[in-house]
């Protein structure tokens, strides 16, 4: 059973570009969480989707950042205009059914901005 | 409003001993999870027990066991019979409408 798979594991990015994060969830789980980790601090919560939807993205910068979940294929991450304080670990989890069930997660993208 | 204090930001503990983690929590949800994760060098993030808010029994999973005390919002871990491969970064979480981690506690493990 593959788990959740995230490319890339490394993104290196100059100010000013956009970066993509990918991620797709464990097989037959429709329920997908973004989650930010800055140096020495816990996880902190992004958004959370499920297939075409965007059910919670109260943890989303408002300028910038999006993300969506497709029908067919991976969630997406998308960070416009990247500034060094973007540069941070960021992991996907998934469940089955939603808030509350166990979330899995991904190895994350570590992502760097010179 | 949902949040969690590690008040522990590292702890060490000899190999083959036991230790304790702290978390204390707040959530205004009547129906909630609580889970402890691990983090090691690699930063996978690995679920290592997980406790429905509704039930008493405190749950297991082989070397590790939490104390849940629902009335005073604490949910702390035990590792017995410590291991090298126990050190990490343990994340306590809460979930409600989403998912909540505390800022973790850096375990290290003394040979």
């Known amino acids: 059973n593959a788990g959740v798979m995230q490319n890339p594991r490394h993104l290196v990015r100059r100010r000013g570009q956009e970066a993509r994060l990918r991620c797709s969830p464990m097989k037959g789980h429709s329920h997908v969480y973004w989650y930010r980790q800055l140096p020495e601090e816990g996880l902190k919560f992004m958004v959370y989707?499920?297939?075409?939807?965007?059910?919670?993205e109260s943890g989303m910068p408002k300028e910038r950042f999006s993300a969506e979940f497709p029908k067919e294929g991976p969630s997406i991450l998308r960070i416009q205009q990247v500034v060094r304080g973007d540069s941070a670990a960021y992991f996907c989890a998934s469940s089955r059914y939603g808030q509350g069930e166990t979330q899995y997660f991904g190895p994350g993208t570590r992502l760097l901005v010179l | 409003a949902q949040t969690v204090t590690q008040s522990q930001p590292e702890m060490s503990v000899q190999e083959a001993e036991t230790v304790t983690l702290s978390c204390t929590y707040d959530t205004s949800e009547s129906d909630y999870y609580l889970f402890w994760y691990k983090q090691p060098p690699s930063r996978q993030m690995i679920l290592v027990i997980r406790q429905e808010a509704y039930k008493q029994q405190n749950a297991t999973e082989n070397r590790f066991s939490v104390n849940f005390q629902k009335a005073a919002k604490s949910f702390s871990l035990k590792i017995s019979d410590s291991q090298l491969g126990d050190a990490a970064m343990y994340f306590c979480a809460v979930s409600g409408d989403k998912i909540i981690f505390g800022k973790g506690t850096r375990l290290h493990i003394l040979p």
């Open positions: 989707l499920q297939k075409e939807n965007i059910i919670d």
